[in-house]
């Protein structure tokens, strides 16, 4: 079955950088959407940056320039690199994707604390 394990959270301050893993099994990332999520404390889910099958990106307007998300199909990751990081950054951040038959999969989620 789909499994989606995400890595790669921690503590970091403000400024700092981080790099998010998402590693797939049971499906292959290049022939399915992938995205990422952010839940932040007392905060509904929202997506985060989202990579299409054909390498198009998109990015949620509080991240764009400060985030990157990319596909690594040779070892079937997804990665959100993210930099200049700030508090409201914080939250726990999911790995996701969406068969063709509209089944939703997510991963367990990986902590991201922003915090001099």
């Known amino acids: 079955q789909v499994q989606l394990v995400e890595s790669g959270g921690g503590l970091v301050q403000p400024g700092g950088s981080l790099r998010l893993s998402c590693a797939a099994s049971g499906m292959f990332v290049s022939i399915y959407p992938m995205g990422w999520y952010r839940q932040g404390p007392g905060k509904q889910r929202e997506l985060v940056a989202q990579?299409?099958?054909?390498?198009?990106?998109d990015y949620a307007t509080s991240v764009k320039g400060r985030f990157s998300v990319s596909r690594d199909n040779a070892k079937n990751t997804v990665d959100l690199q993210m930099n200049s990081l700030k508090p409201e950054d914080t939250g726990i951040y999911y790995c996701?994707?969406?068969?063709?038959?509209?089944?939703?999969?997510w991963g367990q989620g990986t902590q991201v604390t922003v915090s001099s």
């Open positions: 996701h994707s969406r068969s063709i038959y509209g089944t939703d999969y």
């Open positions: 990579i299409t099958t054909g390498g198009t990106s």
